[in-house]
Every structure is written in structure tokens, then in C-alpha cells.
């Protein structure tokens, strides 16, 4: 594929995933709105890698709610997934993480400190985790949010020991340093990550 196609193809993602954004009115959202709109200016392609997230991602589409804002924003991601970079940030080195979920997990970003698009002001991608994941309990500088584009999780924020399910178009908001940690359901679960402050390449801290 050529440069120009490339960037072609990842200024589509960049306006779907700013479309959706600017689409959702959850008051969690505005705290990034500022730093989406300044993210920078710079372009680097990146290679594509594949994981097995990727076809996840194509089976949780099939039960999204045709003609919404989430079923759209998926719908651009399921067709350029070949030529995403699929990523982890754990290995079988991190004894928190179960195999189950080194198997069945991944994201894949479209603005942050590694491209595409290049910024230090903000990060912003998909991941997909399948279902019945356990994602332990963890914390980071950086200030996150989550909105769930399909499936379901069981979000567990600030050490709380009461999960609350999140459903499509939930967000889920948590501050610098704050626990969280989430199980899927029966289904997997797409998401929509929003990252500010601090590094953002900071590996998670399990707690």
C-alpha cells in the first residue's frame, strides 16, 4: 500500500472516531474534548500487525445496533482491521494477566505518542477484549475514559467491591491513579479508550 493510501485510509478512521466523539453529549467526554480537537498535526504510518482482537472484532459488529453511532464507528474499524496495528501491552511476563486474556484481547490506536496520528496530548483507539475476560484491577497516571461501542463489562472502579455492568454507549470515567478493573460477559466487548495526561505509553500498575 502507498503512503498516500495509508493516510487516506487513517484520516477515515481519524474522522469517524471525532465524528462519534463529538456525537456522544455524556458530560465524561468533555473533559477530552479539548485536547481531540489540538492533537497535533502530525501523520506516521504505522505497520499493521494482526491479533487475534481483530477478528473478535469482526464477530462483536455482527450484533451491534445497525444505524447508530457505535455500529458506524465500528463499521470503519472492521473494514480497514487488516491494516491496523494490533497491539497488547502485556505479556506472559505480567502474572496478573490470565493466558485467557493474552489470548483474546487487543487494541488498536489512532492518536497517541506512536500514530498514527502523533500526539502527546491525548491518546484514542478501539480495544476488544472476548468474552469472559478478566482485566485485574490496575491504575495509571494518565486519566481515562471508556465508552462501550458493544457487549457489556462489569466495571470495578476505585476498589469499590460492587461491580457495575456498562452496556453500549456507557462511559465509564476514571481519574489519575484511580483502580479499576473490568470482566466481560458472555459476549466480547468493544471499546472506545480515551487517554490524557501523564505518559501515555505508561504501563499499567496492577494493584
Known sequence: MGIRAAEA???????????????HRDK????????????GTEWAGVTSA????SDILATAYASAEPATPEYE???????????????????????????????????????GKQGPFVSSRIRAGVGVF????????????????????VGSAEFRVGGGVRAERRTARDT????SMQHHGFRTTLEPAVILYLWQGGDLREKSTFV
Open 28 to 39: 465524561k467526554m468533555d473533559l477530552f474534548r479539548e485536547n481531540l480537537i489540538n492533537w
Open 73 to 111: 464507528l465500528m463499521r470503519a474499524f472492521v473494514e480497514e482491521r487488516a491494516s491496523r496495528h494490533w497491539e497488547q501491552s502485556y505479556s506472559k511476563t505480567d502474572a496478573a494477566v490470565g493466558a485467557d486474556m493474552l489470548a483474546n484481547y487487543g487494541y488498536a490506536e489512532i492518536i
Open 50 to 53: 494482526h491479533l487475534a482482537a
Open 172 to 175: 465509564v470515567q476514571i481519574p
Open 9 to 23: 485510509i487513517d484520516s477515515r478512521l481519524l474522522k469517524a472516531t471525532l465524528e462519534y466523539i463529538a456525537s
Open 130 to 149: 472476548g468474552p469472559n475476560i478478566d482485566y485485574p484491577p490496575h491504575c495509571h497516571k494518565a486519566e481515562e475514559v471508556y465508552v462501550i461501542l
